[in-house]
């Protein structure tokens, strides 16, 4: 079989890129949730002076990074895997596991959170929600914006890997030696 055209494997490389770079981003709210958590927990127990907003941004930042880091979780390969059977199959077997399992089971159910939460984001939005609680963070619509977000990020990652899948499984199988 012919190798697999340019235009292919220009995507995926664009996507796969797109991912490095928002999961690098990302990581930086880690840096800054560490922070937040030790200046909070400082406040509280030595002067006794907590904050609803600081708790829930934190609540808010840990969203985030969850949300908006799957993307670049499957782009290295490095989400939890159950792989008792997996690990021990053969590069073209795990090939049609991967882009059958992207395929029927990884963008149905990102379309599904996305579909599904779209209504309650734009509910958020047009009410302009904020925190029920004294104190609490103002908008919070952005942060449940990020759910279909996320959900596409992994979704436009996952598009990519079903494609790279697809581009193995084109290749001439190797001979077994």
Known sequence: MPPAPRPLQRLVGAIDGFSEWTGRAVAWLVLALVLLIAYDVTMRYLFTSG???????????????????????????????????????????????????????????????????????????????SS????????????????????????LQGIADILRQAVILSRRPEPEA
């Open 51 to 129: 904050s609803v907003a600081l708790q829930e941004l934190e609540w808010h930042l840990f969203a985030l990074i969850f949300l908006l880091a799957a993307a670049y979780t499957a782009r290295h390969d490095a989400h939890v895997r159950v792989d008792i059977f997996y690990s021990r199959c053969a590069p073209r077997t795990r090939a049609w596991i991967d882009l059958l399992g992207g395929l029927f089971l990884l963008l149905p159910f990102c379309l599904l959170i996305i579909y599904c939460s779209w209504p309650f984001v734009l509910n958020s939005f047009a009410m302009h929600e």
């Open 132 to 155: 029920p609680d004294p104190g609490g963070l103002p908008a919070r619509y952005l942060i449940k914006a990020a759910i279909p977000a996320g959900f596409a990020l992994l979704m």
